[in-house]
């Protein structure tokens, strides 16, 4: 919990408000039960940040769990969105190799009971180099976020695991139907960085935390 960096915003005269709630509302009684939702492009992003160029080794529901704990609830279910690697009508052997890999450690998620939606990778050749993007990956999420009220009535939090403004109009329609969003997140206010931040999603949420490294430190997998 030391590590932990929590933030909200300085001019509020609400004492009962809670650390990291924009808009200094006192908290409520309500159902622990919560949904995380994590954005698989972005959370792996992260890994390679803190591993200094080295995807960190980690158990990705024990990482879920322990933010649950840390806002004080329950963990009911994780939802990962992500894309399986690209593979050419007459597959590589490295592609070959990268869809072995991805179906092994998707098979593990599974196998601990993590709900994994997958869209598409897209190959677009600029020049002489290749550009690879996920394919409605976020539409999936925010397709799930959307259902929230009405297949888990019961939950009233939600954490999202992502830095993408584009789940704003969600955030803030499941606000309207009496669901907070605690966003994990994470971003640096070095100009040249790779993890920028976004004013709007900030101010869409209930609450947000910045992920730190010891986050994933908690729940390293030794090999």
């Known amino acids: 919990m030391a590590n932990q960096k929590v933030y909200k915003e300085q001019k509020v005269d609400n004492i009962n408000m809670l650390p990291g709630d924009p808009k200094g509302l006192p908290d409520e009684s309500f159902s622990k039960d919560t949904l ?16 200094s160029g080295k995807y960190l080794v980690y158990d990705l529901k024990s990482f879920s769990e322990n933010l649950c704990k840390k806002q004080n609830l329950d963990c009911k279910r994780i939802f990962y969105y992500t894309a399986p690697p690209f593979q050419s009508s007459v597959p590589t052997k490295l592609e070959e190799m990268k869809t072995k890999g991805y179906d092994k450690f998707i098979k593990k998620l599974r ?102 490294k010891n986050d994933f430190d908690e729940c390293l997998l030794v090999n």
């Open 36 to 51: 995380v939702f994590i954005d698989a492009g972005f959370i792996s992003k992260l890994s390679g940040h803190f591993g």
């Open 111 to 212: 196998d601990k009971g993590i709900v994994v939606k997958e869209g598409k990778c897209q190959r677009l050749k600029i020049d002489e180099s290749f550009i690879y993007n996920q394919k409605a990956v976020d539409v999936f999420l925010a397709m799930d976020l959307t259902n929230v009220p009405i297949k888990f009535p019961n939950v009233k939090r939600v954490i999202l695991i992502s830095s993408d403004s584009d789940f704003i109009p969600v955030i803030k329609n499941l606000e309207e139907n009496g669901i907070k969003t605690i966003l994990y997140t994470y971003y640096e206010k070095n100009r040249e960085s790779n993890f920028s931040r976004s004013n709007d999603l900030i101010k869409s949420v209930y609450k947000y935390v910045l992920l730190t």
